[in-house]
């Protein structure tokens, strides 16, 4: 009898060891596979970041030439033809381009609004913090 006792402690080490080499395995997997995640999504959000900044060059490009063009021919053909003055020309074709700009800036925030970064990386980590919690909860009533 005495014999059996004494390989239990050896046997109860190795399987705690055992167990928490399989633990710390599955973490480093599982950080492993969010990394993943996130890098993914970081790829995501930098090529937002490119195509916005591409698309606010393109609005500042596009009101600069609205409005010389537009300040030009609206300008001359109003003054020569309505004997307007040139300070109530200038100031129409300004609150036209203002209005465009306003236009291009509630575009420019849908756009932004419609996701928002490392969304799917914290909705896994929230995921990952309950059943961890849980876990915890029902492992402690086990031993």
């Known amino acids: 009898m005495n014999s059996s006792y004494d390989s239990l402690p050896s046997t ?5 060891a055992q167990r928490f080499l399989g633990l710390l395995t599955q973490l480093v997997q599982h950080g492993l596979e969010l990394f993943s995640l996130a890098s993914l999504e970081a790829q ?3 090529k937002q970041i490119f195509c916005s900044l591409i698309l606010l060059v393109a ?3 596009a009101l600069l030439i609205g409005y010389f063009s537009l300040l030009a021919t609206i300008m001359i053909s109003a003054v020569h033809q309505f ?3 040139w300070s109530l020309v200038l100031g129409m074709i ?12 509630i575009l420019l925030r849908r756009y932004y ?3 928002l970064p490392f969304e799917k990386t ?3 980590i929230k995921y990952d913090l309950q059943a ?4 915890s909860l029902s492992d402690a009533n086990n031993f």
């Open 132 to 135: 961890f919690s849980s876990n």
């Open 113 to 115: 609004a419609s996701s």
């Open 59 to 61: 609005i500042i490009a």
């Open 83 to 85: 004997n307007c003055s």
């Open 94 to 105: 300004a609150l036209i381009h203002f209005f465009a700009a306003l236009v291009f800036l």
């Open 122 to 124: 914290i909705l896994e």
């Open 12 to 16: 109860r080490n190795t399987n705690i």
């Open 44 to 46: 995501d959000v930098l």
